[in-house]
């Protein structure tokens, strides 16, 4: 069984930083691409950012570009998400997924990923 633990959560004043971990276990990390949604109170839940299998690719939403970084350690089963410049709108659960479909191609929806972790809170005070 495949699983997702997000970790690094927690409260930060606007302009700070913070950097989510996500650790798999029980499936083949290395296949899958990984992804990073969010979710605030009252709104649905959004795709941040993706990256590809060997982490040579990767995906942003405007909103993050420039402030956020995605990468992924094979060896560790391990992703991660530098969050830079944090804004008060950044507040939200921030939740990683994998979507194992082996497809070539990062995908933005969240119907196409079928791991999912528990989800973490990122508080940014302003």
């Known amino acids: 069984q495949v699983q997702l633990v997000e970790s690094g959560g927690g409260l930060v004043q606007a302009g700070g930083s913070l950097r989510l971990s996500c650790a798999v276990s029980g499936g083949t990390f290395s296949r899958y691409i990984m992804g990073w949604f969010r979710q605030a109170p009252g709104k649905e839940r959004e795709f941040v950012v993706g990256?590809?299998?060997?982490?040579?690719?990767?995906q942003y939403a405007d909103s993050v570009k420039g402030r956020f970084t995605i990468s992924r350690d094979n060896a560790k089963n391990t992703v991660y998400l530098q969050m830079n410049s944090l804004k008060s709108e950044d507040t939200a659960v921030y939740y990683c997924?994998?979507?194992?479909?082996?497809?070539?191609?990062?995908?933005?929806?969240?119907?196409?990923?079928?791991?999912w972790g528990q989800g973490t809170q990122v508080t940014v005070s302003s």
């Open positions: 997924a994998a979507d194992s479909r082996r497809l070539p191609l990062i995908t933005s929806h969240s119907a196409s990923y079928d791991y």
């Open positions: 990256i590809n299998w060997s982490g040579s690719s990767t």
